[in-house]
């Protein structure tokens, strides 16, 4: 991790190859930056809820690497490292909703049995399964329609309503 821990803290930056070769580059770049932002950010407008500022900066991170996936989707790459670096962003609780972006690759490796193991166990997650169930969608997964309803049932939140409801239509264009 000498990449990063050289770095001025101003300075760090994330590579994106690296999280290919290097096994705890992703969870350790997170952990710089959980680091030096790990307080609290006043709300911009009333109302907004307080967040903690490296939630964006994490969220950030995984928003990189999904622009760097679109650009090398048609060539082979060693994905493991970088699919057990982005699960292990995904575990690390205290990264709260800076994981979201994080769930939103895991459509990238369709081909992993952990993924759809994974999408399972975020459904569980309040603060992450709306991004679960949009990651099952895309890879057509429609077993989980009762927990699905169950989400639709109880959510407030209009975009998770929206995406368990074409959820369950897809789900019912396939039997």
Not at 36 to 53: F, H, L, W
Not at 69 to 97: A, D, M, P, Q
Request: charged letters at 30%; hydrophobic letters at 35%; aromatic letters at 12%.
């Amino acid at each position: 991790m000498e990449h990063v821990k050289n770095k001025k803290m101003d300075n760090i930056k994330f590579d994106f190859s690296m999280s290919l070769l290097e096994d705890r580059y992703l969870l350790n770049f997170c952990e710089v930056i959980f680091q030096k932002y790990n307080y609290k950010q006043a709300p911009a407008y009333k109302g907004m809820t307080e967040r903690m500022v490296y939630e964006p900066e994490i969220w950030a991170i995984g928003a990189t690497i999904e622009e760097e996936l679109k650009k090398t989707r048609n060539k082979k790459i060693n994905s493991s490292k970088l699919l057990n670096g982005i699960l292990s962003v995904i575990h690390t609780e205290k990264y709260r909703n800076g994981r979201q972006s994080f769930v939103m690759l895991l459509h990238y490796f369709k081909n992993n049995h952990i993924v759809i193991e994974e999408l399972e166990r975020l459904l569980n997650d309040k603060s992450l399964y709306g991004f679960a169930v949009g990651e099952l969608n895309k890879l057509k997964e429609y077993k989980y329609i009762n927990i699905v309803k169950e989400i639709l049932d109880a959510e407030k939140s209009s975009w998770i309503k929206k995406d368990a409801q074409k959820y369950l239509l897809n789900a019912q264009k396939t039997k």
